[in-house]
C-alpha cells in the first residue's frame, strides 16, 4: 500500500485533491488507519484516478464523473454529456471571439482618437413586451420631445400603471433620423391591454414586441431631441464589431421631468452577428 503523499506524488495531484475526492466518494482509499486516520492507497487505484483525470480534462463535472463511475452510463448517455459540454465550450468560444472583436475595435478607435469616447455600448437580452401601442404619423411628430405625452395621458385617465419604462418603436425600413411614423408603446399586463383598447376609441392597439437575445444599449443623457450622436456612436459600434441590424430599433425613456435637459434615454437596436 502506499500512504496518500506517495500516491499523490505518483499520479502529480496534490493530496488535497485525494483528501476531496475521498470526501465526495469518488475515489475512496483502500484503506484508513482507525488510529491516525492516515489514508493508503494501492497501484490498482491509478488507472481509476487516470479516467477521473481524463474526464476532468474533459471539462466534465465531478457528479457527472461519480455518475459514470459508480452507477454506470451508457454510450449513449456519456455521448450526450459529452455534446452538452462540446456546445457549452462552442458558445464561450464564440463569446469570446465576440469579446476579442470589441477589443480590436476599441484599440482601433483609440489609435485613430486620443479621446474616450462620449458613450458605450452593451449587449443584452431583452424579454418579449406586451402592452398597448399609439401610432404617430408625420403631422403628429412636430414635437419631437412629447411623443410619449398622448399615451401617458391615456394611461393616467383610466388608472393603469405600466410595469415597465415606454418606448418608441422606429418602423425598421425607415430613415433613422427623418421617420415618417413611430409606435409609442407601453407596457401594460394583459387586462389593461384590454381596458385601454376598448376605451380609447380606437387609439390604442394590442402590441407584442419579440424578446432578443442580443440588444445593442446605448445610453444618451440631455435633451431628447438632441440625441442623434448617440444613434451615431452606436451605428459606428455596430459596424466596427462586426455585427448587422435585425429588428426596428427601439427608444426608452430612462427618465423625464420638467426640464429635458436632465432627462436619460436608451436607445436599443437588435443585432446579430455577420456570418
Given at each position: ?56 480534462e474533459l471539462g466534465l463535472g465531478l457528479t457527472e464523473i ?53 458613450y458605450e455600448v452593451v449587449i443584452k437580452p431583452v424579454k ?148
Amino acid at each position: 500500500m502506499l500512504k496518500i503523499r506517495d500516491f499523490a506524488k505518483l499520479a502529480e495531484v496534490s493530496i488535497t485533491t485525494l483528501r476531496y475526492y475521498d470526501e465526495i466518494g469518488l475515489l475512496k482509499p483502500i484503506h484508513v488507519d482507525p488510529a491516525t486516520g492516515y489514508r493508503f492507497y494501492t497501484m490498482d487505484q491509478l488507472p481509476q484516478l487516470h479516467r477521473i483525470l481524463a474526464y476532468k480534462e474533459l471539462g466534465l463535472g465531478l457528479t457527472e464523473i461519480v455518475k459514470i463511475l459508480d452507477e454506470g452510463v451508457s454510450p449513449e448517455a456519456f455521448q450526450g454529456m459529452l455534446r452538452l459540454r462540446q456546445a457549452q465550450l462552442q458558445y464561450q468560444m464564440q463569446a469570446e471571439r465576440e469579446q476579442l472583436t470589441r477589443i480590436e475595435a476599441r484599440l482601433h478607435s483609440l489609435d485613430n482618437n486620443s479621446c474616450m469616447p462620449a458613450y458605450e455600448v452593451v449587449i443584452k437580452p431583452v424579454k418579449s413586451i406586451t402592452g398597448v401601442s399609439l401610432h404617430l404619423t408625420m403631422t403628429d411628430l412636430a414635437y419631437h420631445a412629447h411623443w410619449i405625452d398622448p399615451v401617458e395621458a391615456l394611461l393616467r385617465r383610466y388608472g393603469v400603471k405600466p410595469v415597465d419604462h415606454l418606448l418608441v418603436l422606429y418602423a425598421e425600413s425607415e430613415d433613422e433620423h427623418i421617420p415618417k411614423s413611430v409606435e409609442i408603446v407601453a407596457p401594460v399586463t394583459g387586462s389593461d391591454a384590454n381596458l385601454l383598447i376598448a376605451c380609447s376609441d380606437g387609439q390604442l392597439t394590442r402590441c407584442e414586441l419579440p424578446a432578443f437575445s442580443r440588444m445593442a444599449s446605448i445610453l444618451h443623457p440631455g435633451h431628447p431631441a438632441l440625441v442623434l450622436p448617440a444613434y451615431q456612436a452606436l451605428g459606428t459600434w455596430i459596424e466596427n464589431n462586426a455585427y448587422t441590424i435585425v429588428g426596428p430599433r427601439r427608444k426608452i425613456r430612462l427618465r423625464r421631468g420638467e426640464n429635458l435637459d436632465d432627462a436619460l434615454t436608451e436607445i436599443q437596436f437588435p443585432i446579430e452577428k455577420v456570418v
